[in-house]
T-cell receptor, first 116, second 114 residues
Framework: GAVVSQHPSWVICKSGTSVKIECRSL??????MFWYRQFPKQSLMLMAT?????????EQGVEKDKFLINHASLTLSTLTVTSAHPEDSSFYIC????????????FGQGTRLTVV | AQSVTQLGSHVSVSEGALVLLRCNYS??????LFWYVQYPNQGLQLLLK??????LVKGINGFEAEFKKSETSFHLTKPSAHMSDAAEYFC????????????FGTGTRLLVSP
């Protein structure tokens, strides 16, 4: 199956700093990538959908100025949490699809962000 | 709005026993339904999906799920549990087709004892 890699797997940062999370499709070209967030004992919540070369589409209630998403190539999307605060601590997961989400979206292993 | 409810955050079975993981959905339009498995430190892996074809869907690793519209359910089953089945299982729903805008349940952790 297709492989999606996230980096880093975990990160600890100080409050007020920014953190960048990378999502890479290693063996296929991903036209669409999805970013999810998971709080402890809760379900994965879709944050945004990004298509290569265009602006991401954010779900209602997600601050686009806080969670910057860039999908500049067919193999890489990044999520930057700007001016992070403890309430941003969470598990962030990406998935990538070859054809706009119409074909199977493969998931990365996730990134655990802790803001102290 | 769509949602899924997974009953039981933990399910324990003995090796060789039947596995039953419950998922009920809510959707005002015909749904597409999915089951994913997540092993420790790995991403979610698709087990199976329902896309309005056959109501009984067979997936990988011997799992299957049956879509029951009257019960708004999509329970996951496996006749005989194996130790390697121990993992977190997520049910998901969407009305958009494909894999767009998936709405996930809270997950069920399957524990398999010898």
């Amino acid at each position: 199956g297709a492989v999606v890699s996230q980096h880093p797997s975990w990160v600890i940062c100080k409050s007020g700093t920014s953190v960048k999370i990378e999502c890479r499709s290693l063996d296929f070209q991903a036209t669409t990538m999805f970013w999810y967030r998971q709080f402890p004992k809760q379900s994965l919540m879709l944050m945004a959908t990004s298509n290569e070369g265009s602006k991401a589409t954010y779900e209602q209630g997600v601050e686009k100025d806080k969670f910057l998403i860039n999908h500049a190539s067919l193999t890489l999307s990044t999520l930057t949490v700007t001016s992070a605060h403890p309430e941003d601590s969470s598990f962030y997961i990406c998935s990538a699809s070859r054809q706009g989400g119409n074909t199977e979206a493969f998931f990365g292993q996730g990134t655990r962000l802790t803001v102290v | 709005a769509q949602s899924v409810t997974q009953l039981g955050s933990h399910v324990s079975v003995s090796e060789g026993a039947l596995v039953l993981l419950r998922c009920n959905y809510s959707s005002s339009v015909p749904p597409y339904l999915f089951w994913y498995v997540q092993y420790p430190n790995q991403g979610l892996q698709l087990l199976l999906k329902y896309t309005s074809a056959a109501t009984l869907v067979k997936g990988i690793n011997g799992f299957e799920a049956e879509f029951k519209k009257s019960e708004t359910s999509f329970h996951l089953t496996k006749p005989s549990a194996h130790m390697s089945d121990a993992a977190e299982y997520f049910c998901a729903v969407t009305s958009f087709g494909g894999f767009q805008k998936l709405v996930f349940g809270t997950g069920t952790r399957l524990l398999v004892s010898p």
